[in-house]
């Protein structure tokens, strides 16, 4: 299998590089089971961050990584759901199209967070920022309920993402050919 070696802050992973398509391999970044990478990425991002009330994330993959942030600073965090729960008690809903999720996801927050987000400063976190989809659904989450989205932050910025001045990130991964060149 082809795989593609990243220095994520001075802490080296090799990424193995998954075909979407015939034109289009991305490096598959999972921080799940990766004690190391998480609490070594968390560590750099709180370097970065501005002063925020929250933290927020989109669910799954970036769950490990917005907990280990909370933890190592103490700021709360809320995480942006794919399903609503039995215990919620109304939602605040938007859907989204993600490059590695088929289909359109939605994403959802309780209305209790709602009101414990409003007019407050909110970072938000995942783990790779693509084409900005997931990101994007949990700022008009945060914006709904009245929060002031203050940073956009992220282990990886892929592609295009490396471009854009909004967000924070530790290192670039680029997209690949096919044949596991990186797409210039």
């Known amino acids: 299998m082809l795989s593609y070696n990243i220095d994520v802050a001075g802490l080296k992973r090799d990424l193995p590089l998954c075909n979407l398509n015939e034109n289009l391999s991305i490096g598959a970044f999972v921080i799940f089971g990766d004690v190391e990478m998480t609490v070594h990425a968390a560590a750099k991002l709180l370097e970065k961050m501005p002063q925020v009330d929250y933290l927020i994330a989109p669910e799954a993959k970036a769950i490990p990584l917005v907990y280990e942030m909370s933890r190592q600073s103490g700021i709360p965090y809320f995480i942006a759901r794919k399903k609503a729960k039995a215990y919620m008690t109304g939602v605040l809903q938007v859907d989204v199209q993600s490059i590695t999720t088929a289909g359109t996801q939605t994403l959802l927050i309780d ?20 084409t ?7 700022e008009v989450l945060v914006n709904a309920a009245g929060g002031i989205v203050t940073a956009r932050m992220a282990i990886l910025a892929e592609g295009d993402a490396t471009e854009r001045k909004d967000i924070i990130f530790l290192a670039p991964l680029p997209l690949f050919n096919a044949d596991g060149t990186p797409k210039a």
């Open 111 to 130: 209305t209790a967070e709602a009101e414990a987000i409003k007019g407050k400063r909110i970072a938000i976190i995942d783990d790779v920022i693509s």
């Open 132 to 138: 900005g989809e997931s990101i994007h659904a949990v």
